[in-house]
């Protein structure tokens, strides 16, 4: 029981269900243009090592980074300490390797039987970046939220790289795209701007999470001698960096939905087919406006909260366009 609070099982399904809400836009695409995309057999089995080698990285990148958080957490958060409490380090640290070899193993099976080193490249570069985070760069301004907002990222573009690795999009004629719909499932998944706009999106809602929670847990911080936002910077400052990073996922959406609206016929369709992303822009507007007034730990949780709904409400497009078709 311990051990799934230590590996926060609640994170890992989030990523599951990124990578299996970012596969539906795929079979979204093969049901508008009735077109078979992936021509490899075994594909789906592939996919879902892929999804739980990246599970297993993430619940390793867990484990690492309450291992060397020890002394921050029992000042932060107390009730949640489990590491020397209920843990032992060594124990700890040894499943953190375990988890990170099998990951690991994943990866070398699926770049060898798809010829490609990428999905290689990424667990690697993603297992390091995690272990560094953990022990040096998240005591340090800026780099340390960037590089978990990056790694966020990294969860739709290795998604975007598997499928085009496994993949063959058919060529589709302008015939074809009679819907708005299907003209956003061209645009969006044929030239992976989907892949893209997630990737985006993932990124600056994490970036402002991880400034929140330094905000959070500013007081151990300063006990540790780090060098976060808030203790550089300050609580003011810092909330308007997270701020300006929270309105760039709409400022983008807006902008490119306005470029390509021209190309389709009526406003409120096209409104229609985007309502769970519209949702999403609103949650991010309220956390934005809740940003600003907080001030005590438990509003800024609920800021945080109302960041991780946007996110999950924006991975039910393809369920809702589903429900479209």
Known sequence: MHFLRLIRPVNLLIIAFTMYSTRLFIHIYELIFNSEIFKKNGEEFDFFLLVFSTVLIGAAGNIINDYFDVKADRINKPEKLIITKYINRKWAILSHWIINIIAFGIALYLSTRNNTFWYVFIHLLSINLLWFYSMYFKRRPFIGNFIIASLTALVPILCGVHFYIQSEFPTVGIQEIQTPLSYWVFHLINNGHYIILLAFFAFSSNFAREIIKDIEDIEG?????????????GVNKSKFIASIVLLLSPLFFIILFLLKISDTNSIIQNLIIFIPVLITLLLEIISLSLLVKA???????????????????????????????
Do not use: E, N, R
């Not at 911080?221 to 910077?233: E, R």
């Not at 730990?297 to 809702?320: D, H, N, R």
């Open 221 to 233: 911080d300063k006990i540790l001698h780090s060098k976060t936002l808030p203790i550089i910077y």
């Open 295 to 325: 001030i005590s730990k438990k509003q800024l949780k609920t800021v945080g909260l109302t960041i991780k709904l946007a996110m999950l409400m924006g991975l039910l497009l393809p369920f809702y366009w589903i429900l479209l078709l």
